[in-house]
């Protein structure tokens, strides 16, 4: 166990839709990362928040967007939802923003759609 | 952006047996990574390994820096070590983001 959660594990929707994923980072850690792992393009760097700011951004569509909360958590907003969408994603967290910092991994949600 | 390469893509491994997994970048790296994912989707934390030489268990990584590239020791496999391994690197120019090889898928048999 990465001490890091994700909630839904499971989520099926349709496409068109909307839908959030939420993350919660390990006790202590500033930094949440997000990525997508899919069967066409592997897994991929999305965004990076830190203490509640964006730091870096990745292959994200425009189409999704996220945050971080106060208290640390954040969400991935999913919208406009594409049958192309239907992958793995993943949270990650670390102590800080620095390069030299080890990313924990959360189980996933798994997100299909129909 | 950085490339980074895995090898083989596949491996049958028996029970018992050794194995060594590649994995090549192409700029010099902050942070490199290996991880295991399980037949369940979790991706596990193996090793930070930047540069030098680890080893948990059953399990070592060295990564030479100067020539970009990392390799991954299994021995003495067991079925749950059945999944697959990837690589993960920053590059020192980048920012603050793993981009991940397309991995090694290792089944062990009995």
């Known amino acids: 166990d990465s001490g890091v959660t994700q909630t839904p594990k499971h989520l099926i929707t349709a496409t068109g839709q909307r839908v959030t994923l939420r993350c919660s980072p390990r006790?202590?850690?500033?930094?949440v990362y997000w990525y997508q792992q899919s069967l066409d393009q592997g897994l991929q760097f999305l965004i990076q928040y830190y203490n509640g700011e964006e730091r870096a951004k990745g292959n994200i569509l425009e189409r999704f967007s996220a945050q971080q909360f106060p208290d640390l958590h954040s969400e991935l907003n999913l919208s406009s939802l594409e049958l192309g969408d239907s992958a793995l994603y993943f949270c990650a967290s670390s102590v800080q923003d620095l390069r030299t910092d080890t990313q924990y991994f959360g189980p996933g949600t798994r997100l299909t759609v129909l | 952006g950085i490339q980074v390469e895995q090898s083989p893509p596949d491996l049958i491994l028996q029970e018992g047996a050794n194995s060594t997994l590649r994995c090549n970048f192409s700029d010099s790296v902050n942070n490199l990574q290996w991880f295991h994912q399980n037949p369940w989707g979790q991706l596990i934390n193996l090793f930070y390994i930047p540069s030098g030489t680890k080893q948990n268990g059953r399990l070592s990584a060295t990564t030479v820096a100067t020539e970009r590239y990392s390799l991954l020791y299994i021995s003495s496999s067991q079925t749950t070590d059945s999944g697959v391994y990837f690589c993960a690197a920053d590059p020192t120019g980048g920012g603050n983001k793993l981009t991940f090889g397309t991995g090694t898928q290792l089944k062990v048999e009995l």
């Open positions: 006790s202590g850690d500033l930094s």
